[in-house]
C-alpha cells in the first residue's frame, strides 16, 4: 500500500510570507506527528493527534506555527510570517497505537522549506 | 528531560570492515528504543527496535542490545557494504501518553560513509 506522502517537496518562502504543509497519512493510521528536523540534526518534535484530536503540540516553536487535522486523516503544518530560523525539513509520520512502544512510526519524505 | 546521545560522524569504513555507532540515552522512565535509517534523497526508514532492556533488535544484519545497565543501544554491523552508506539515527520513546503512542526523541545521527 502507500507509504506516508507529503507535499509539496521543496518550498521558497519569502520571509513573513505564510506557508501551508500537507501531509496524507498512511490509511487508518490513527495517530500522526510532526517533527522538524533542522539541517545536520535530528527531527525533533513539534505536534501530535490521535485522529481528529491534537493532545499534544508542546514542540511547537511559536505562534506562527499551527496544525490540524479536522476529519482525522489528511494534517496541515501551517507557518504563518515565516522566518529565516524556520528553514528546515519537516517531516510527518503515523501509527498505529499499539501501546507498549510497540508501534512503528513510518515517516513520509518530508518538505523541504527554505525562507529567504 | 529524555535525551539521546550518539557519536558523531562522519564514519568511513571499508567494505566488509566492522562497525559499531555508539548510543546512550537519559530517561526518566522505560522507554522503547530504535535506529532509524536515512538513506540518501529518501524518507526515515526504521532499522530496528527494542522494548524492553536485554532486548536485541536486527535487520538487515544490523544489531542493537538494550543494555539498562550502561543506558546504551550501539548499531553493529558484522560486515559493512557500500549500499549502507546513510544516516543513522538513535532514537527513543517517550511515554507521555499513558502508554499509547509515543513521540520520538533523536539523536543527531551519525553518517556513515562507505569506501569500496
Known amino acids: 500500500g502507500a507509504g506516508v506522502s507529503q507535499s509539496p517537496r521543496y518550498k521558497v518562502a519569502k520571509r513573513g510570507q505564510d506557508v501551508a504543509l500537507r501531509c496524507d497519512p498512511i490509511?487508518?493510521?490513527?495517530?500522526l506527528f510532526w517533527y522538524q528536523q533542522a539541517l545536520g540534526q535530528g527531527p525533533e518534535f513539534l505536534t501530535y493527534?490521535?485522529?481528529?484530536?491534537?493532545?499534544?503540540k508542546s514542540g511547537l516553536p511559536s505562534d506562527r506555527f499551527f496544525a490540524e487535522r479536522p476529519e482525522g486523516s489528511v494534517s496541515t503544518l501551517k507557518i504563518q510570517r515565516t522566518q529565516q530560523e524556520d528553514s528546515a525539513v519537516y517531516l510527518c509520520?503515523?501509527?498505529?497505537?499499539?501501546?507498549?512502544?510497540?508501534?512503528?512510526?513510518?515517516f513520509g519524505p518530508g518538505t523541504r522549506l527554505l525562507v529567504l | 528531560g529524555d535525551s539521546v546521545t550518539q557519536m558523531e560522524g562522519p564514519v568511513t569504513l571499508s567494505e566488509e570492515a566492522f562497525l559499531t555507532i555508539n548510543c546512550t540515552y537519559t530517561?526518566?522512565?522505560?522507554?522503547?528504543l530504535f535506529w532509524y535509517v536515512q538513506y540518501p534523497g529518501e524518507g526515515l526508514q526504521l532499522l530496528l527496535k527494542?522494548?524492553?532492556?536485554?532486548d536485541k533488535g536486527s535487520n538487515k544484519g544490523f544489531e542493537a542490545t538494550y543494555r539498562k545497565e550502561t543506558t546504551s543501544f550501539h548499531l553493529e554491523k558484522g560486515s559493512v557494504q557500500v549500499s549502507d552508506s546513510a544516516v543513522y539515527f538513535c532514537?527513543?520513546?517517550?511515554?507521555?501518553?499513558?502508554?499509547?503512542?509515543?513521540?520520538?526523541?533523536f539523536g543527531t545521527g551519525t553518517l556513515l560513509a562507505v569506501q569500496p
Open positions: 509520520a503515523s501509527s498505529t497505537p499499539l501501546g507498549g512502544g510497540l508501534e512503528t512510526q513510518y
Open positions: 490509511s487508518g493510521h490513527v495517530s
Open positions: 493527534f490521535q485522529n481528529e484530536a491534537q493532545l499534544d
Open positions: 530517561a526518566t522512565g522505560y522507554p522503547s
Open positions: 527494542a522494548t524492553k532492556a536485554d
Open positions: 532514537a527513543l520513546s517517550d511515554s507521555n501518553y499513558g502508554g499509547a503512542t509515543n513521540k520520538l526523541i
